[in-house]
T-cell receptor
Framework: AQSVTQLGSHVSVSEGALVLLRCNYS??????LFWYVQYPNQGLQLLLK??????LVKGINGFEAEFKKSETSFHLTKPSAHMSDAAEYFC????????????????FGQGTILTVHP | DAGVIQSPRHEVTEMGQEVTLRCKPI?????LFWYRQTMMRGLELLIY????????DSGMPEDRFSAKMPNASFSTLKIQPSEPRDSAVYFC??????????????FGPGTRLLVL
């Protein structure tokens, strides 16, 4: 079974400061991991994903995440926060599925709301 | 591409009424998902389809919920009768073929449902 824990339901940073959103996972198979972002009144959109090609994954809008197997973590970072980064961020793990009709179902964390202060 | 389209964006109804939510997936995608998002339970997968066929409906909370996908470009999620605890944001998402579990799901803007 897969699970995701996001540490901190709310994170507040100043504009220009480092953003660090924490995600720890549990998976019975080598994990595929995702970060999605949800802006107010919108659906989720993919920021980045880890699919075992490289442990440091770069995504859109200057975000990146590092997969650390020893720590079962996939924390999301951005060196300098911008006001437009204010949103809710979700970490998710895929159970990979088995192909055909069996799809890689995503298990989402509870989300972290990022607030950026001027 | 217009992305995943959902309608209505907002729905307010009274307890006991039938509610129908609609989704048009991205053209060419063969997987379609229905999720529910609440403060208490977060984002939950209700059901998903592959090539218009329901594959896993283990997340559907009760028999009051039903979903159909009559063709590749349209799906509905119906709640009958609706109850106040069904109030939530319902998302539809679609994806292309299975590629080992690393597929990206594309989400619609959601339907915000309030049952009074």
């Amino acid at each position: 079974a897969q699970s995701v824990t996001q540490l901190g339901s709310h994170v507040s940073v100043s504009e220009g400061a480092l953003v660090l959103l924490r995600c720890n996972y549990s998976s019975s198979v080598p994990p595929y991991l995702f970060w999605y972002v949800q802006y107010p009144n919108q659906g989720l959109q993919l920021l980045l994903k880890y699919t075992s090609a490289a442990t440091l994954v770069k995504g859109i809008n200057g975000f990146e995440a590092e997969f650390k197997k020893s720590e079962t973590s996939f924390h999301l970072t951005k060196p300098s926060a911008h006001m437009s980064d204010a949103a809710e961020y979700f970490c998710a793990v895929s159970d990979r599925g088995a192909g055909g009709t069996s799809y890689g179902k995503l298990t989402f964390g509870q989300g972290t709301i990022l607030t950026v202060h001027p | 591409d217009a992305g995943v389209i959902q309608s209505p964006r907002h729905e307010v109804t009274e307890m006991g009424q039938e509610v129908t939510l609609r989704c048009k997936p991205i053209s060419g995608h063969d997987y379609l998902f229905w999720y529910r998002q609440t403060m208490m339970r977060g984002l939950e997968l209700l059901i998903y389809f592959n090539n218009n066929v329901p594959i896993d409906d283990s997340g559907m909370p009760e028999d009051r919920f039903s979903a159909k996908m009559p063709n590749a470009s349209f799906s509905t999620l119906k709640i009958q009768p609706s109850e106040p605890r069904d109030s939530a944001v319902y998302f539809c998402a679609s994806s292309g073929p299975w590629t080992g579990g690393q597929e990206t799901q594309y989400f619609g803007p959601g339907t915000r449902l309030l049952v009074l």
